[in-house]
C-alpha cells in the first residue's frame, strides 16, 4: 500500500462524515445535486461511507464509484452489489468510458493539488457532462466567530475537525471558483447552502431536525458566509478558428 493510500485508510478508519449533522448536510447536498443531474450516467469520486451514494442510486442511473480507501470500497460494494466500485486515488484512476454527471462531494479539500484532479475530472464528461462539487466554506458564519473569538488565526486556518477529517484546505469562494476555472472549466451555477452560526456540536446539542433544514435551505440565499458552497461546472466550449 502506497503512503497516500495508507493516509486515506487511516482517515476512513475514525471517519465521521456518517455521524452527528454531517449526514444531513450530505442529504442536503444532494438535493441541490439532484436539479442539476442530466443524462444517463454518474461517476461518484469519494463516496466514503455511502451516505450520498444510497441516495444518487435511488435515481436508477447506471453509477461507478471511486475511493481511495481499501475499507470503504469493500464496505460499498457489499451495500451496492450493482454499482461498479474501483478501489484507487483519483489521481491514478483511469475509467473505461465517460460520464453525464461526476459528484465530487467534499473532495477537493482532501486531495494534494485539485487543480490536477479537476483537469483529469473535466477529460472524463461527455460532451455536457457536468461536475457538481461541494466543500466546505472558511468564509462560513461559524469561522469568522472562531477568528472573532481567537479559536482559529484566520478563517482559512485549519481546525482540529479539518486535521481530523484530512483537510489539506479550506476554500473561500473565490478559491474554489478559481480552482475550476484554471483547470479550464466553466462555470454554470455557483451557490451555498446551510446558513451555519454556531459550530457543529453546539448544533447537535440542541438544534430540532426542523431548525436545522431551516438554516441549511437559508444558506441558499447567502452562500458567500453558507457553511458550504458549490459548484456546477462544464468543460470550456472549444473556441472557434
Known sequence: MDQETLRVEMIAKDSLYASGINPATIRYSFEIFERFIRGESILELGPAEGVMTELLAKLGLPMTLV????SFCDDLRQRFPQTEVVCSLFETYVPTGSFDNIVLGHVLEHVDDPIEVLTRVGSWLTPGGRILAAVPNSRSLHRQAAVLLGMLRFEEELNAMDQHHGHRRVYNPE?????????GLAIEHFGGYWLKPLSSAQIEANWSPELLRAYMRL??????????IYVVARLECPIAT
Open 67 to 70: 475511493d481511495g480507501s481499501p
Open 219 to 228: 444558506g441558499e440565499r447567502y452562500p458567500d458566509i453558507s457553511g458550504e
Open 175 to 183: 478559491t474554489f471558483r478559481r480552482d475550476f476555472t484554471a483547470a
